[in-house]
């Protein structure tokens, strides 16, 4: 297994079958997103779909406090507007993350997810929240504005009034409001943040593995495309999977009242 600096990384994490945990590791800095955090995560995401053992994600921040306080002000703070323009800066987070990462992540939200923290929350298929997260994207006070998909991602979950407040005001929002806001999946207790994200991580990861890959791109399609198109990306995806030895098995479990017996094919 890799060796990371700023990330801690545990397969068939706390002997959860097929369950990754990905622990963003720099408590010091409130979990800040430097390049080497990025850089580490983009090869950790990559390792995780390549391994056939493992079928759920989750990504969450070390120490009690944040998820990710943002992008790493520090290392921005010098950095000309043709530096971000030429290296498209941002850009790998959604190219190298989420686009190539077709098995399910769950970011587990375990205290502050400002700015970058909330955009890189935002691009896992589902937030738990622990009760004393807080959402945000501060960026206006820095004087630029979300540059990881905040204002996209926010936008699509959580509507244009909150969203353009959020934005405007680089208020946080609590766990309670976010769950009311569509923005998380679920708030937990803080001590069983990860403990319930786990259980939930394997219940997706007991699941047949095309079947798990099929329903995640499926519900994507809703964001990328016209309900007509969703709808037959939906059926054509639905008419492939019954060809798979994992539906014959499922139908059959179900039938003979068992538990199915994936294939993964
Ligand atoms: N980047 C770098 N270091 C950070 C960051 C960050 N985003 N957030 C916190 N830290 C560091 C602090 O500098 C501090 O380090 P040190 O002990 O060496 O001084 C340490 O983490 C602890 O932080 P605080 O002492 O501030 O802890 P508090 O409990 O007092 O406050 C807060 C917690 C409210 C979360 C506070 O730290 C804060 O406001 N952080 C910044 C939040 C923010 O603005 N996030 C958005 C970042 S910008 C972004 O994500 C998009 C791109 C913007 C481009 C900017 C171009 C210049």
Redesign the pocket.
């Known amino acids: 297994m890799a060796t990371y600096e700023t990330i801690l990384v545990e397969t068939d994490s706390r002997g959860t079958k097929g369950v990754t945990l990905l622990t963003i590791n720099r408590p ?3 979990n ?2 430097n390049s080497k955090v990025l850089e580490e995560l983009i090869h950790a995401f990559a390792a995780y779909q390549a391994d056939a053992t493992q079928l759920c994600a989750i990504l969450t921040g070390s120490g009690d ?2 998820f990710a ?9 010098d ?1 000309a507007a043709a530096d971000f323009f030429l290296d498209d800066f ?1 850009s790998p987070w959604t190219a190298e993350i989420v686009k190539k990462t077709r098995k399910p992540w769950i970011a587990a939200v375990n205290g ?1 997810a ?4 909330c ?1 890189l929350a935002m691009m896992a298929d589902f937030i738990i929240a622990s009760d004393k997260a807080r959402f945000g994207q ?2 206006i ?4 504005a ?3 998909g905040g204002s996209q991602r926010l936008t699509r979950a959580i509507g244009k009034s909150k969203s353009m407040e959020m934005c405007l005001t680089g208020r946080m929002m609590n766990a309670e409001e976010a769950e009311r806001s569509n923005l998380v999946a679920r708030v937990v207790p803080h001590e069983e943040l990860i403990a319930e994200t786990l259980k939930t991580a394997a219940t997706i990861a007991g699941m047949p593995p095309m079947a798990v890959i099929a329903n995640k791109e499926m519900v994507n399609s809703a964001f990328e495309m016209t309900l007509d198109q969703g709808l037959i990306v939906e059926r054509r995806i639905f008419q492939i999977l019954t060809a798979s030895e994992d539906k014959a098995e499922g139908m059959a479990a179900f039938i003979e009242k068992r538990e199915g017996q994936w294939k993964g094919r």
Request: hydrophobic share 45%; glycine share 18%.
């Open positions: 010091q800095a409130l800040a997103l406090k944040a306080a943002g992008a790493d002000i520090k290392e921005m703070s950095k941002f502050f400002l700015g970058g923290g955009e501060p960026e006070k820095l004087g630029v979300p540059g990881m």
